[in-house]
DNA sequence: CGCCAACTTGATGGCTGTCAAGTCAGGTGG
DNA sequence: CCACCTGACTTGACAGCCATCAAGTTGGCG
């Protein structure tokens, strides 16, 4: 990011506190009040916000580098639940402190607007996905995702574990554990990917790719 | 805010170039540089993606206050369309400039960080919607948002005038335009609603508000 | 070894999309 | 001023996708 050495201790200094969560663990829950960012350091998490009424929606999946908690600075209180999906590692950002920091560090603020401004845009594709796909399109742009994501980390991009359930699949992705399931298996038939529980490998990734744009008109 | 004067002086200086734009016109289009946010003055402004295959999804719907742009920050080009369903005014508020003075003024970078961070709020009440509501209870979500808005800003809660057709209500909640118009058929008969066009009044808040959370278990 | 949560698969139904045929309102030009 | 035209909207008929309900099956963990 191109920082000084003085920059750079002064963000180490920020970032020294770490926290290991075991798999099921919360790292915070909704209307705690909130005190700082949560930067993943290694592992898999997953966040979820209920409705009134105990229905519950899971918002995303956050992997090695990705931040939680950007819900809690608008009203001083988390707004979703955060869980580890696997044994994982965080650093924690008190926030105060970090925004004092970026007030001294201009590409420190650069970057935390630029971190909050893919989180929107991140979201919008969510809500093309739930508003506008079918549901093998959105099972297939969400199997891209993770693959992409994987990659960008050195993990394999075609044979992966998901760390987390049907259900939260489905919450994710708008569909009931059900369909996910069959498509699981119907994408299976049809030769795109091999599923054996928790574990998938694509194996044919254009075939999987072309499902996710499937009208060009 | 709690800004001294200089600061207050400062912040004018920001804000001095005003923009006006008629119904229809964009603010500024998927793909363009991004240069600046907008603050909405006065108006009514609609926000869309496109998917690549032609499809597009109506990300949100903005009133005075709100402000236009955050998806731009990220990557440097703007990630959707903005465009405005009523004659509307702008303040123009050039971004690195913003940057700049958001690192002398605290209350400043304060105020971006909680705007952003409830903008992600926002988008997960919509995928929350678009992934775990059913139609009605969606345009009954999605009135009452209105009905709220508008009264926050001094017009009436329970009578206004819908700026967008109902393609654009549809492709924000993930419904067709014919699912649109049969649902405000249905809450007119059920007497929830009048519905004349773009004219609506709410004739029974409650029943309306009941209709949001349908599933108390 | 047994239990339980997670998952798979089948049968059925209903919500919402699709296609189609109008109706309405507002704007334009004669 | 009126006829026309166009985009927006409404309504009906039908179909299909996905949810729901139900009954297993599997795998992990104590």
Redesign the interface.
């Known amino acids: 990011m191109g920082l000084s050495q003085t920059d750079l201790d002064k963000v180490d200094g920020l970032v020294q506190v770490r926290r290991s969560v075991k798999r099921g663990d919360h790292v915070f829950r909704s209307g705690e009040s909130f005190h700082a960012l949560y930067a993943v350091r290694a592992g898999f998490f997953m966040t979820s916000?209920l409705?009134?009424?105990?229905?519950?929606?899971v918002?995303g999946f956050q992997m090695a580098g990705e931040l939680l908690g950007?819900?809690?600075?608008?009203?001083g209180k988390h707004?979703?639940d955060a869980v580890a999906l696997e044994d994982s590692e965080l650093c924690v950002i008190p926030f105060p402190t970090f925004?004092?920091l970026?007030?001294q560090i201009?590409a420190l603020?650069?970057h935390?607007?630029?971190?909050?401004?893919?989180?929107?845009?991140r979201?919008?594709?969510?809500?093309?996905l739930?508003?506008?796909m079918r549901a093998e399109e959105r099972l297939a742009a969400f199997l891209m995702n993770l693959s992409q994501r994987y990659s960008a980390r050195g993990f394999s991009a075609n044979e992966f574990i998901l760390r987390m359930t049907r259900e939260a699949i489905g919450?994710?992705?708008?569909l009931k554990l059900e369909t996910v399931s069959r498509l699981f298996s119907k994408l299976q038939e049809d030769g795109i990917i091999t599923v054996n529980q928790k574990r998938v490998s694509i194996t044919n990734v254009a075939r999987l790719r072309s499902l996710v744009?499937?009208?060009?008109?």
Do not use: F, K, W
């Not at 950007?70 to 009203?75: P, V």
């Not at 919450?171 to 708008?174: F, K, M, R, T, V």
């Not at 744009?213 to 008109?217: Q, S």
């Open positions: 916000s409705t009134e009424d105990g229905r519950d929606q918002t950007m819900d809690g600075i608008g009203s707004a979703c925004e004092e970026s007030l201009p603020q650069q935390m607007h630029r971190v909050m401004s893919r989180e929107i845009v979201d919008h594709g969510v809500m093309m739930l508003g506008s919450s994710y992705l708008g744009n499937p009208r060009p008109y």
